[in-house]
């Protein structure tokens, strides 16, 4: 089992920037694939992008260029770098962990956080 902690959510104005965290705790986390997912109010889950566990980075296209993921192993966490912020990024992004997958379909993440809502304002 691997529980999942989120950090870092809240309220900016757009343009601005917010940092995400996840802390892994639970299984050896440098074995697992880690990534994020967000829902905006009525809307369906998004990928937004993993970090595989040998650290290679896929992104969903329309976020590339603001959004960067990055882990720490020695520390157990997943980062979520969000620049540029917009009011259509207002959503809440979820951790998720698995140790085969790294793509973009929700089903398949075994391990989800609880979320942390990320508010952007015009």
């Known amino acids: 089992q691997v529980h999942l902690v989120e950090a870092g959510g809240g309220l900016v104005q757009a343009g601005g920037s917010l940092r995400l965290s996840c802390a892994a705790s639970?299984?050896?986390?440098?074995?697992?694939?880690m990534g994020w997912f967000r829902q905006g109010p009525g809307k369906e889950r998004e990928f937004v992008g993993a970090?595989?566990?040998?650290?290679?980075?896929t992104y969903a296209d329309s976020l590339k260029g603001r959004f960067t993921i990055s882990r720490d192993n020695a520390k157990n966490t997943v980062y979520l770098q969000m620049n540029s912020l917009k009011p259509e990024d207002t959503a809440v992004y979820y951790c998720?962990?698995?140790?085969?997958?790294?793509?973009?379909?929700?089903?398949?993440?075994?391990?989800w956080g609880q979320g942390t809502q990320v508010t952007v304002s015009s």
């Open positions: 998720v962990a698995d140790k085969y997958f790294s793509g973009s379909d929700y089903v398949r993440w075994d391990y």
């Open positions: 639970g299984r050896t986390f440098s074995d697992y694939n």
């Open positions: 970090i595989s566990w040998s650290r290679s980075n």
